[in-house]
């Protein structure tokens, strides 16, 4: 017991630790995309408010769109259409990215397959929503280290002699 406790906090620690350096990574393609894009539509204090709207990417709950779309229907509004379709644009562009890059840089990081990571996230935002996205990788990597480790080869095992003894009765009926 103490081996497989030992185990689960390590690979916890691993797999939270590489999911805030995946985050981190993307947080620093959204940051270069923003500013570039703030370059463009020639944003005061650029570095700043794309450093500060990527922090908001990166928080669960909020997003680019927490800044852009209020800044972009605010100029809408005033009348600024140039900066406001910029502003549209950088939020779609930041979006594409963000669901992009996830994924793949947060199973590179923490170690898994990007399309295992995609299923653990949608399993997730279906059971608990953006909660359940943030911690279905760990607990998935969780479960696949406990499967590595044999912890269910017992239950496997079960269920195979359950399927075995089921279609032996089974033919025996017939």
Partial sequence: IQKYASMIVNDFVRVVGGYFIAQLKIMVVIIVVLFVGFLILDVPFAILLAVLIAFLDMLPFFGTGTALIPWAVFDLLSGDYKT???????????????????????????????FLALIFMFIGWKVKGLLGMIIAIPVGMIIINFYKAGVF??????????LHDFNEFRRWEE
């Fill in 84 to 114: 406001a379709i910029g502003l549209v644009i950088l939020y779609v562009l930041c979006l594409i990215l963000h669901q992009a890059l996830q994924p793949k840089m947060v199973g590179d990081t923490i170690g898994l397959d990007p």
């Fill in 153 to 162: 080869d017992n239950i496997v095992k079960m269920c195979k002699t359950l």
